[in-house]
């Protein structure tokens, strides 16, 4: 296979990845209920937020993961496994339809930081995958503009779903949107197999 056609296609890869994690589908119910009775221009501050502080974070544990990881003595291997749990146990809560992380935010409230950027977006399952792919790859420029890649398409993204969320929920009401975000907990749980393959084989 070509090179550039290599890479293109695990760029591609890596944001579905993110993308899928994040779930802005699955999320639409809760970013309505969240901003219940907000004016249209609040509503888009509170998700212009949001996505700010997801990017800062999600960032911040992409380049600063590998010293984090040194420092406490972790390898590479043995924290894909370790994440490869995490989005395992994520997939289940997107399998039931579960949303374990936002119980406690109050509609009204000012809802931008916590918990729609966090973590409702760069949520555990997000971090550990920014990590993970950035771990994977030998080559540090090549790894950062992937994760860079992967971080800012799959924000994008989720930007322009969460924005449009009442039209997309009109479309596919409560049970399409559920619906949906239980296909993506089954993707993310191949993912997460995938990562304790790779850790495990990296440790024999």
């Known amino acids: 296979m070509d090179i550039n056609l290599a890479f293109g296609l695990s760029l591609v890869q890596v944001f579905i990845m993110l993308f899928v994690v994040m779930d802005p589908p699955g999320n639409i119910p809760i970013f309505m209920a969240l901003t219940k009775g907000r004016s249209e221009r609040e509503r888009k501050k509170e998700?212009?937020?949001a996505v700010l502080v997801a990017t800062i974070l999600l960032l911040l544990f992409a380049f600063l993961g590998k010293i984090i990881l040194y420092v406490?003595?972790?390898?590479?291997?043995?924290f894909m496994i370790a994440g490869g749990i995490l989005l395992l146990l994520i997939s289940f809560d997107l399998l039931r339809g579960e949303h374990k992380y936002v119980a406690g935010g109050e509609a009204g409230a000012g809802?931008?930081?916590v918990p729609l950027g966090t973590p409702?977006?760069?949520g555990p399952g997000a971090i550990t995958t920014?990590?993970?792919?950035?771990?994977?790859s030998e080559n540090f420029i090549i790894g950062a503009f992937t994760v860079l890649f992967a971080?800012?398409?799959a924000i994008i993204a989720t930007r322009l779903v969460l924005g449009q969320s009442e039209r997309i929920y009109q479309v596919l009401g409560k049970v399409g949107s559920e619906v949906l975000s239980r296909v993506m907990g089954i993707i993310v749980a191949a993912i997460a197999i995938q990562f304790i393959g790779n850790g495990i084989r990296g440790m024999v």
């Open 47 to 49: 998700l212009n937020y």
């Open 111 to 113: 809802v931008g930081a």
């Open 72 to 78: 406490l003595g972790i390898t590479t291997d043995s």
């Open 151 to 153: 971080i800012f398409s």
């Open 130 to 136: 920014v990590m993970v792919i950035m771990q994977s």
């Open 120 to 122: 409702l977006l760069a």
